[in-house]
């Protein structure tokens, strides 16, 4: 048999490749819940597999001339943006003993990783079922660690619908709230900042506005506040989830600090539910920082099961420099 060899992923290889994703994940059905795209039906696999060509760097791994596994990635096309995303159709492999598997991942991304950093893109990010322990374990080994998780729970549930705080009450937002919501948004960020989530506060914040300003008008979304005397202390959207079937998805959800643990978040989350009922949504969910000791109890305490993990690798971009031609002598 002859050694793998890792090549430039060459659109003769689609066909197979969308066939080993689809068996990549034909039997994560147990694991995955109602909703989640399925990437086992081969059409599927075909579809997003086309989707992703083109639209950053991809490697193949083949043996005997025959295509064994592959992994893509998508890179920002903005100039001064460094980041690089392997979404879940952009790899699958055969399905071998547990030790080639492992090394044809790391084979892999040897590769691309490669090809990221000589394009400038030193922020990797990779999505991994969370029911597929395995290969998280790799990705694990290979220097990335858990950055975001995406929960999900059934429309209904045990749960009795929670009444509102005693002077609070909950209604759709309107245009004379958009002053006020975004202050919320804007203190979430500056939550976001502080130890251990540590993440810089955005920038530019035109695309927060921009996205409340499109809720208010978007009769396909949900956009709640919470009030009490006049002062808003929490809003909630959710929406139709874009890559999950039967799902709806909750983008921004905020309660001001001074009303955290007072039942306005579980107020705010349980009306999501009823509405994604009504809507004929299967399962509803949301996506939050690991790092996020709030949010991560909060949401697993609302019911929202991982399905799907992002794990991030920052790479120092001082790398750059480091080439073999240069003289390390005087380190010594």
């Given at each position: 048999?002859?050694?793998?060899?890792?090549?430039?992923?060459?659109?003769?290889?689609?066909?197979?490749?969308?066939?080993?994703?689809?068996?990549?994940?034909?039997?994560?059905?147990?694991?995955?819940?109602?909703?989640v795209l399925d990437l086992a039906d081969p059409g599927v696999a075909r579809r997003l597999v086309a989707e992703w060509q083109g639209s950053g760097p991809a490697v193949a791994a083949v043996r005997d001339g025959r295509l064994t596994g592959f992994m893509a990635a998508t890179v920002s096309r903005l100039p001064g943006e460094q980041w690089a995303r392997i979404r879940l159709p952009q790899y699958a492999c055969e399905r071998h003993e547990r030790n080639e598997r492992r090394a044809t991942w790391r084979s892999l991304y040897a590769a691309l990783s490669g090809r990221l950093a000589g394009i400038g893109a030193y922020d990797h990010a990779v999505e991994v079922p969370?029911?597929?322990?395995?290969?998280?374990?790799?990705?694990?080994?290979?220097?990335?660690g858990i950055d975001q998780v995406r929960g999900f729970r059934p429309v209904t549930g045990p749960e009795t619908p929670p009444e509102p705080p005693q002077g609070t009450r909950l209604r759709a937002a309107g245009t004379g709230d958009l002053a006020g919501m975004f202050e919320l948004a804007v203190e979430l960020q500056r939550f976001h900042t502080a130890a251990p989530v540590l993440r810089p506060a955005l920038s530019d914040l035109r695309p927060i506005r921009e996205a409340l300003s499109a809720a208010l008008t978007d009769d396909a979304q949900l956009l709640l506040v919470a009030e009490e005397d006049g002062r808003l202390t929490g809003l909630v959207q959710a929406a139709a989830d874009a890559r999950h079937v039967g799902a709806a998805t909750i983008g921004l959800a905020v309660v001001a600090a001074a009303s955290r643990s007072t039942g306005v978040g579980t107020a705010l989350v349980t009306a999501v539910g009823e509405w994604a009922a009504g809507r004929g949504f299967d399962t509803y969910?949301?996506?939050?920082?690991?790092?996020?000791?709030?949010?991560?109890?909060?949401?697993?305490?609302?019911?929202?099961?991982?399905?799907?993990?992002?794990?991030?690798?920052?790479?120092?971009s001082r790398v750059a420099w480091a080439e073999e031609r240069l003289d390390y002598g005087h380190f010594g």
């Open positions: 048999m002859r050694s793998l060899e890792i090549v430039p992923f060459e659109s003769g290889f689609a066909e197979r490749a969308a066939l080993l994703l689809a068996e990549a994940h034909a039997d994560g059905g147990a694991g995955r819940p109602a909703g969370a029911y597929d322990r395995e290969t998280v374990s790799c990705f694990f080994e290979l220097g990335f969910g949301a996506e939050w920082s690991s790092a996020n000791q709030v949010s991560d109890a909060f949401w697993r305490g609302r019911g929202m099961v991982p399905a799907r993990f992002k794990l991030r690798r920052l790479i120092d």
